[in-house]
């Protein structure tokens, strides 16, 4: 088992003391420290998280865990990365609930892994910890204004929906598309830039919602008997337009809803009830990349897929 540190770090957080106090500071402290021990514990469910966040400065936080082997095998660099991006992505919402909407958009928040020696202690884990931060400044500054504008502007409608078909290879013809986004020209096209770009705006959300209602427009212009098969985060299953989607029947029996691999699902039976409306209705459920990411063996037992 390997072993690694989780941190957390919020840029000018040395700010607060000076501006709010060593009190409110001291709170912020503790409430940001619980927000995060709790999202370790979603992002890391699937390894052996062995303490609470560790706190070595002010605006670090820091939670050590041991690498399991998984049911499905993964490259252990590749779920290092899955877990510092689902923590950048849902960290900010962390630091919005507890400081703040306006805050958590004008804070950047550094979320990587670092591997330590098990033998070592923690006074000896926070002491290589900060020196990786001395020699690493934070990756991603904290989205301006403009930048927030320009992801609007794209979720407004400034994307294209691209159809790939998917062919059965048992009988070489197409059985369904997957609706495919691309941003404009530039680098902002590829899907992977473009949705971080959105999160790091706090507009992911919004891109997947509006990617997904420009699906739902070009599903019913299909040729039957082809399904439309859309990628959504699992956290948008609960979503009102996915509760509207329940209930017109014939447009959620022509798609497949793919729940993609970015974010940990914490609750597999809130997801499954979220799902059956859906399901009685048709549509049926595809994971995205299993084995990548946080979709694992235990959740294709849980959720029972239509397709993996």
């Not at 928040?109 to 098990?118: K, N, P, Y």
């Not at 992977?192 to 770009?197: H, I, N, S």
Request: glycine fraction near 10%.
């Amino acid at each position: 088992m390997s072993i690694h540190l989780l941190y957390f770090r919020l840029s000018g957080a040395e700010r607060f003391a000076d501006i709010h106090g060593g009190a409110i500071a001291k709170a912020v402290r503790d409430d940001l420290g619980r927000r995060f021990g709790a999202l370790s514990r979603v992002l890391l469910a699937q390894h052996d998280v062995l303490s609470g966040p560790v706190v070595p400065q002010f605006g670090v936080w820091a939670v050590p865990f041991g690498t399991k082997r998984l049911e499905i095998a993964a490259d252990e660099r590749e779920q290092l990365d899955s877990i510092a991006a689902a923590g950048r992505d849902l960290g900010l919402e962390a630091v919005a609930e507890e400081l703040g909407a306006a805050v958590a958009l004008n804070t950047a928040l550094d979320v990587g892994t670092l591997a330590v020696e098990g033998r070592e202690g923690s006074a000896r884990r926070m002491s290589r910890l900060a020196s990786f931060l001395r020699r690493n400044p934070p990756s991603r500054p904290a989205a301006t204004e403009a930048e927030r504008g320009a992801i609007r502007r794209i979720v407004r409608g400034g994307f294209e929906l691209r159809l790939q078909e998917i062919v059965s290879l048992g009988t070489r013809r197409g059985d369904s598309c997957e609706a495919l986004i691309r941003g404009p020209e530039g680098p902002l096209y590829g899907p992977e830039r473009l949705f971080a770009e959105a999160a790091r705006c706090g507009l992911r959300d919004e891109l997947e919602l509006a990617s997904l209602d420009a699906a739902l427009k070009v599903a019913p212009l299909l040729p039957s008997p082809l399904r439309l098969s859309v990628n959504l985060s699992p956290g948008l299953f609960a979503a009102p337009a996915l509760r509207r989607l329940a209930q017109q029947p014939r447009l959620a029996g022509r798609l497949i809803l793919e729940i993609t691999e970015h974010h940990p699902i914490p609750d597999a039976g809130r997801l499954l009830r979220a799902l059956a409306p859906l399901r009685r209705r048709g549509a049926k459920i595809a994971l995205d990349d299993a084995g990548c990411g946080y979709l694992n063996m235990e959740l294709v037992r849980a959720l029972r897929p239509d397709v993996v």
